[in-house]
């Protein structure tokens, strides 16, 4: 069982301001709590329980907001506020388990600016075998029409293979959750700048990712527009 987790924290939040120009994005409320917030308590009750946050922007007041603050969790922070230039994905996924904030093994990736009502427990018992990744999908939103993989040879579990874009249409847009092994950051220098896009559309060709499709009602929160939706389903349902 994968134990431990990575939730993407490191970004400026641009679309959202003036919002995001006193408040870390995954600060942000959604319906009274902290978008983070609600990463936080779906893994702890599939059984995380190690929590990595990467922060560079505004990184003092997500640390600060920590601090006495129990989750029933480790919360472990990576912070790349220090550096001169906080480090794109695949840069601060080995900078984090270069300074032991992140175990080496398979761990839970989130992005710290999505809502979503899955559940994480499917993936924290998922295997990736000979892959180095395994990504959640879902249908397009009208952001992102034309999605960012496609998702082949779906097995009757409903797993399949992710590869890039094709040309018929049968392409989806990646959640934003994922079980990655470090071994997909392994050629990344400690401290270099480096985005996980290449990395993820090399393995896809080299047929490493597997992938399913996610039915959870899920919304990219990055838009000021996006967060009214969250908020208004949030409290339309609960």
Same mark, same amino acid.
């Given at each position: 069982?994968?134990?431990? !987790?990575?939730? +993407?924290?490191?970004?400026?939040?641009?679309?959202?301001?003036?919002?995001? +120009?006193?408040?870390?994005?995954?600060?942000?409320?959604? %319906?009274?709590?902290?978008?983070?917030?609600?990463?936080?308590?779906?893994?702890?009750?599939?059984?995380?329980?190690?929590?990595?946050?990467?922060?560079?922007?505004?990184?003092? *007041? /997500?640390?600060?907001?920590?601090?006495?603050?129990?989750?029933?969790?480790? /919360? #472990?922070?990576?912070?790349?506020?220090?550096?001169?230039?906080?480090?794109?994905?695949?840069?601060?996924?080995?900078?984090?388990?270069? #300074?032991?904030?992140?175990?080496?093994?398979?761990?839970? +990736? /989130?992005?710290?600016?999505?809502?979503?009502?899955?559940?994480?427990?499917?993936? %924290?018992?998922? =295997?990736?075998?000979?892959?180095? %990744? #395994?990504?959640?999908?879902?249908?397009?939103?009208?952001?992102?029409?034309?999605?960012?993989? !496609?998702?082949?040879?779906? =097995?009757?579990?409903?797993?399949?293979?992710?590869?890039?874009? =094709?040309?018929?249409?049968?392409?989806?847009?990646?959640?934003?959750?994922?079980?990655? =092994?470090?071994?997909? *950051?392994?050629?990344?220098?400690?401290?270099?700048?480096?985005?996980?896009?290449?990395?993820?559309?090399?393995?896809? %060709?080299?047929?490493?990712?597997?992938?399913?499709? +996610?039915?959870?009602?899920?919304?990219?929160?990055?838009?000021?527009?996006?967060?009214?939706?969250?908020?208004?389903? *949030?409290?339309?349902?609960?």
């Amino acid at each position: 069982m994968i134990t431990q !987790a990575m939730i +993407l924290s490191a970004g400026k939040g641009t679309r959202m301001r003036p919002l995001t +120009l006193t408040t870390p994005k995954p600060l942000v409320m959604v %319906a009274q709590k902290p978008l983070i917030v609600w990463h936080i308590e779906r893994l702890k009750r599939a059984g995380i329980t190690d929590i990595t946050l990467n922060v560079g922007y505004l990184g003092g *007041v /997500i640390i600060d907001f920590f601090k006495g603050r129990d989750f029933g969790v480790n /919360i #472990h922070i990576s912070d790349e506020s220090v550096l001169p230039e906080t480090l794109e994905t695949a840069g601060g996924i080995r900078y984090a388990l270069a #300074h032991g904030k992140l175990r080496d093994e398979p761990f839970l +990736l /989130i992005n710290g600016d999505v809502w979503s009502e899955f559940a994480f427990d499917g993936l %924290a018992h998922h =295997s990736l075998g000979n892959h180095l %990744a #395994h990504l959640m999908l879902t249908a397009n939103p009208e952001h992102n029409p034309t999605g960012d993989f !496609a998702l082949a040879q779906m =097995s009757a579990g409903g797993s399949g293979v992710v590869g890039l874009k =094709s040309d018929d249409g049968n392409n989806y847009t990646f959640a934003g959750i994922s079980v990655m =092994s470090p071994q997909m *950051v392994a050629g990344v220098g400690v401290g270099e700048i480096a985005p996980l896009a290449p990395l993820l559309r090399s393995a896809m %060709a080299g047929g490493c990712v597997s992938g399913e499709m +996610l039915s959870d009602k899920w919304i990219d929160v990055g838009t000021m527009e996006r967060l009214h939706e969250v908020e208004r389903y *949030v409290r339309g349902v609960w």
